[in-house]
DNA sequence: ATAGGGTTAG
């Protein structure tokens, strides 16, 4: 079907984007030409159309060539107009380069005379999907309605895409509810547009009437139940997919990442491989995010063996990916290796192993390498950086480059302060018993307080015995999550004051408030054990007790004493582990001393904080058994060796 | 020619 183009409709002054940089070339200079000789003019012939528009098309062509090959072809053709199917082909080339804005300006200036087709619309919706302007969709979607196309199915489906990728919902359901036909991808389409917007309803209603659900469509219905946190319904469908392809895996993998199972998503990357599908970068990048959240360093470093061996680019996403899954397995040296093999680097690769370095008490490293990178023109700190960079001072008790790097230094790059930095501020001068101070910076913050801050105040009153100003803390908290009882109960009890540990806990038991078991984990032969606090259903518990008991009795004959005031903090459990076990941190310790060969390192990740009674013994036993421990707790690590930890007891 | 999957902090 061919319309004829009404002219006004195209001189609409929307077409002419003012940021543009576009411009036709009506000359090209000699010079120029001459740059395109050896691409284009293989013999003395000028070259063919066709051929020019292959180029055009190649994706390796920069948006420099393709302008020039587009005044090429305007420069050499006989008549003063081109032929539609040329002029498609042109706007086909610019919606696929770098600045599909460009697409629309073409499409303006010189095809106002043509009577369109539905290529010229298919072209022009490609550029709108990746250029996400609002205003060019809504004009073409009036286009094809008053030229009438809106038959067409392909592009209907292809606006409404466009809809559902700049979030316009309602008029990608307007679209959806008008199309005369549907096929599986305007169902498909749909069931993404909503499970975007969090409308889960919608799209299980959608779903249950396609009448053939393919791959696609049951993996956009596992992503959207894992974002909206119904994990059970995505693995459901999931498991119910008569076939699955490279993305339902993926798509399954990171689910199970952003709803903070990592040990699940790593189940399901073996049974990937299981099953002979070759990841690519996108499983890559979520396998070492979930290595990362549990510590599993053996499958961390199998990965990176797998993407030297297949070739992976190790581009900057990649390189901080690997670097902070080998920081947060407290293998330092590793991510430090990583960074100086990468010839590529980004904000976030430097960012990775500064973050890394600190959250593994290397301070003093973590702020070098932030003045390294003060250095290196081709990369700015961001806000992240600084939360480094502030973690560090706080970790390494560096006051006054704390403050200077607080004070000034972010405004020096036009950043602003944001939440973190004033948590890991108070931390530091918590930390350092400069509790008013501390407390000044929050009365004077701009935005608002959130828990963390106060909980990091609430931290340095611990350290300090500020039981008065941890009373007004936790008031001023309106006390709403446990830790900061917990906290609060654990003051008291320090300076002997148990009628208010008593108060707290029945405060705790009133509002409902229920102490987060711990729960610590350890990775042997490529195989992540979890160990929750006082449970004994690990198959080797009667072995790790046994150990434990050994250690401790000769621990006892070489000074060690229990933390009694610590151990007091919430009586109730400690009764339950003390009938029971252990703290899972030493079951998950036991087990790594009866199940790894001597000498070799034990890394731990826990997902509560190290309590004192614990960091003593482990320093302890990393000292009796010659043994290098490695605990991540819930905010940093701790590298424990020769009875010493990195933390320099302070945490 | 159109539909589903992508890192970094407390």
């Known amino acids: 079907m061919h319309v004829m183009a009404n002219l006004s409709f195209y001189a609409l002054p929307i077409f002419i984007d003012p940021d543009s940089k576009f411009k036709i070339q009506e000359e090209v200079r000699d010079e120029q030409m001459h740059l395109l000789q050896p691409r284009l003019f293989s013999s003395t012939s000028f070259p063919r159309r066709n051929h020019l528009i292959n180029i055009m098309q190649s994706p390796s062509t920069t948006t420099k060539q393709l ?19 040329l002029c498609n082909s042109i706007l086909l080339a610019y919606a696929n ?39 060019y969709i809504t004009q073409i979607h009036l286009m094809t309605l008053k030229l009438g196309f809106s038959s067409y199915t392909y592009l209907m489906n292809s606006l409404h895409h466009c809809y559902v990728l700049s979030d316009q919902l ?13 096929d599986i991808v305007s169902f498909n389409s749909m069931i993404h547009g909503y499970t975007k917007s969090g409308d889960m309803v919608s799209a299980i209603r959608v779903f249950e009437k396609v009448p053939n659900p393919n791959v696609i469509t049951r993996t956009a219905m596992v992503v959207g139940f894992f974002r909206c946190g119904n994990v059970l319904a995505a693995r459901r469908v999931f498991e119910e997919m008569p076939e699955r392809d490279l993305v339902s895996w993926n798509a399954i993998i990171l689910g199970y990442v952003q709803n903070r199972n990592p040990t699940e998503a790593l189940q399901f990357f073996r049974r990937m491989q299981i099953e002979s599908f070759k990841p690519n970068v996108i499983t890559i990048v979520s396998v070492l995010s979930a290595c990362a959240s549990v510590g599993a360093l053996d499958t961390g470093k199998w990965v990176h063996i797998f993407v030297n061996k297949n070739g992976f680019l190790l581009d900057p996403f990649l390189g901080s990916a690997l670097i902070d899954m080998y920081s947060k397995c407290g293998a330092v040296e590793l991510a430090l290796e990583v960074f100086t093999c990468l010839k590529e680097k980004n904000t976030c690769t430097w960012n990775s ?17 932030f003045n390294e990178m003060r250095i290196d023109k081709s990369v700015r700190p961001d806000e992240v950086t600084f939360v480094g960079v502030l973690l560090a001072c706080s970790h390494g008790g560096f006051i006054e480059e704390g403050r200077k790097h607080f004070y000034c230094t972010v405004k020096e790059y036009g950043l602003n302060l944001v939440l973190e930095h004033y948590a890991c501020m108070v931390d530091l001068l918590g930390r350092c018993g400069m509790l008013k101070e501390a407390e000044e910076i929050i009365r004077s913050m701009q935005i608002s307080p959130d828990i963390v801050i106060w909980r990091a105040l609430l931290g340095g009153c611990r350290i300090h015995k500020d039981v008065e100003l941890a009373e007004r803390v936790v008031l001023e908290m309106e006390a709403c999550s446990s830790g900061d009882y917990v906290l609060l109960s654990n003051l008291y009890a320090s300076v002997g004051r148990w009628g208010d540990v008593e108060k707290v806990r029945m405060i705790m038991k009133e509002k409902g408030i229920k102490k987060i078991p711990g729960s610590s984990s350890i990775e042997v032969n490529n195989t ?16 790790i007790s046994e150990k434990l008991d050994e250690l401790g009795r000769k621990i006892s004959g070489d000074g060690y004493l229990a933390e009694t005031c610590v151990v007091l903090y919430d009586i109730e459990e400690e009764e339950k582990e003390q009938a029971l076990g252990h703290h899972s941190e030493k079951l998950a310790i036991g087990f790594g001393l009866i199940s790894t060969p001597p000498g070799s390192t034990i890394r731990i990740v826990k997902n509560l904080r190290v309590c004192a009674d614990c960091h003593n013994m482990t320093k302890l036993i990393s000292k009796i058994c010659d043994r290098e421990i490695v605990v991540r707790d819930r905010i940093r690590f701790h590298h424990f060796k020769d009875g010493k930890c990195s933390c320099k007891d302070y945490w």
Do not use: W
């Open 67 to 85: 302008k020039h090959i587009h005044a090429l072809l305007f420069l050499k053709n006989p008549s003063p107009h081109l032929s539609l199917y």
């Open 97 to 135: 380069s770098l600045n599909p804005n460009d697409a629309f300006a073409f499409f303006a200036t010189r095809m106002s005379h043509f009577t369109l087709n539905k290529f010229t619309f298919q072209f022009l919706l490609k550029a709108c999907s990746k250029s996400k302007s609002l205003i």
């Open 170 to 182: 309602r008029d990608a359901r307007n679209v959806f509810d008008e199309m005369p036909q549907r």
């Open 353 to 369: 192993l500064i973050n890394g370095l600190a959250m593994n008490g290397h301070a003093e490293q973590a702020l070098s390498l």
């Open 528 to 543: 992540i054990h979890e160990f929750i606090s006082g449970n004994k259903s690990h198959p080797r518990y009667a072995e």
